[in-house]
């Protein structure tokens, strides 16, 4: 039972295609074509070298011991500081699984989808806590002539449950920390955080760059070499993602292009099928 991949993609593929979970590990720092989103949960261990991550309307700064949780509703978007060398493990985890080992008394999904100010996506591992996932990790790799799956299963909810508790101890009296060092940073939090309270209106750049008071063409250098692609494509992909959690929840398929900020319905349908995969019907007639 092989759990552990070269590519993010095949890692992704066999979650989905087992309800279970993938991992994908490496070291090299490939740029990633857009902001994304996936079908399953995401849990990034970082483990060596630098970068930016950009996480739904949070901009974090990659530091090694660092873990970030995601669910598969928020876009998200990695640039490497040094695009030479970039370890991390990548789990991702299908929801299915998460909520079909969870108890009335252990919610495991928890982590995934408690987000406000105060909580974020990250959790800064101590030298212990790295030295326990690390020993995780490496049970997972070894091999069984009986019974593989089932104790690979304990590791992963071993490891679900450690990320709940640690998740749980966050200081709540704090926010998490996101990149405000200097004048430029800010302007990307202003930016996304623009782009995430009015998603649902007609935005242009002239609106976003202004309430950073800069220039278009600033703004929008500044952008990609950030983050590797544009201030379009970053909306895009915000809508998209809220569109998904309108139409899981039962929206109809017109109110949710409107709710997103598609004024135009054959748009909408075009650009959610191209960044899903399928039509927003087959989208919701999709069993979860």
Sequence with gaps: MNIIFNKCSEAI????????????????????STIHIHECCEVLLCLGGGGCFLIDNRVYEVNDGDIFIINQFEPHKITFTDKTHFERYVFQIHPHYIYNNSTDLTDLS???YTRDSVSGNRISLDENGLLYVKSLIERLKCKHNFGGEIIKNGIINEF???????????????KDTEIVTNQTNKIIINTVKYINKHYAEEITL?????????SVSYLCTLFKKTF????IKYITSKRISEAKKLLKSGKSISDTAADCGFNDY????RTFKKAVGVSPKKYTDKKE
């Design 13 to 32: 593929k066999y979650s989905l295609e087992t309800n279970g979970y993938g991992i994908f590990y490496s070291t090299v720092g490939v740029e990633e």
């Design 110 to 112: 928890a982590c995934f």
């Design 160 to 174: 679900l449950i450690f990320l709940n508790e640690k998740f749980a101890q966050k200081n709540p009296g704090a």
């Design 206 to 214: 002239a609106d976003i760059a202004g309430y950073s008071f800069v």
């Design 228 to 231: 590797g692609t544009t201030i």
């Design 266 to 269: 054959a748009n909408f349908m």
